[in-house]
């Protein structure tokens, strides 16, 4: 009877827990509308209108979401984990490529932080994204002119992810769209193909040494181990437990019992020695050298020829939830970035 009470008078509990937990996570979750949010009304209405004009032709053409958040305060004083959990929540950047950027200022806080996706921390590194916020951003909110700093560092934001683009160092989803295609038309792949399965498999079924091979009891097998040849007469081949595995000068081995071993590889001019570990055990599993490379290859092939279908559409399309935008499919990042006051 006690416990029954017990479990009923911590059910209150757990619920307000819950509750709680529920509150913060919304408290650290900023509302996304446009590219640029303007939530403490401190930017001029057409300066807001030309940059998320910028903002829709910049993720059309590259897949890249470069949002900004001003917020008259935060609910939440880590305005770190505020972008970090924003980012996440809404998925910035293109599913493929990461490329998201979500930049977050408190005005009566005087705190500012970039959260940058993965797949730009290449050209957005941290340092790079400090010096953007204080070239650009610091100097024009000091004499509170926000609109000019943040006009001045959503171009250069977008301006240092295209120099990323032009050198190469960046993808984009068009030039990655462009790419899928031309693989999918040209007639050299299958020809391709079939080259990399041939040198696959001729790879894999050499084991590396420090591998392990699994047997079951009685079974042999000719050991093809990368850099050895045992038709010479200078490769001297042992086992440690020749009861549970016996090898032959050929590289050929027999399982015996149950247990573990090694098989030991020197060249009788060389003191180095290679390994390979020998498990044999009753019904055993195919280990990674016994899997069909053929089989493996064809299937990452398929994998890869099939392009994965991209959610952003460029805009904003509403779909319920805080702010009611949707990104890309992205949301991928370390969750670290650069920031501070000014």
Known sequence: MMKIQNILLSIPLFLFSWSTVTIQAQESILSIDNYINDHADVIDDDVEQELNEMGARFEKETGSQVIFNIETRLDNPDIRKVAYET???????????????????????RLRYMEVG?????????????????????????????????????????????SGIEEGSLKTSENQNASETAIDWTILIPIGLILVLMAFVAYQR?????????????????????????????????SQDSRIVSVE?????????????KIFLQRLESSHKDYINVVVRKNHASSSQEDDPVLEALLWGSLLSSG???????????????????????????GGGAGGSW
């Open 87 to 109: 980012f996440k929540h809404y998925e910035l950047g293109d599913e493929d490529l990461d490329n998201g950027v979500l930049f977050v200022a408190s005005i009566e806080d």
């Open 118 to 162: 993965r797949g730009l921390e290449g050209v957005l590194t941290d340092i790079t994204s400090q010096h953007l916020q204080t070239d650009y951003l610091v100097p024009s909110f000091q004499e509170e002119n926000y609109t000019e700093g943040i006009r001045s560092l959503y171009i250069h934001t977008i301006k240092t992810i295209e």
């Open 308 to 334: 994965r279908k991209r959610r952003f559409m460029g805009g904003f399309p509403h779909s319920g939830g805080w702010g009611g935008f949707h990104g890309g499919g992205g949301g991928s990042s370390r």
């Open 206 to 238: 050499r084991i590396q040494p420090s591998s392990t091979i699994i047997l079951q009891p009685g079974e042999t097998r000719e050991l093809r181990v990368a850099g050895y040849d045992f038709s010479e007469e200078n490769i001297l081949i042992s």
């Open 249 to 261: 000068p050929s590289g050929k081995i027999q399982a015996h019992k149950v247990g573990r071993t």
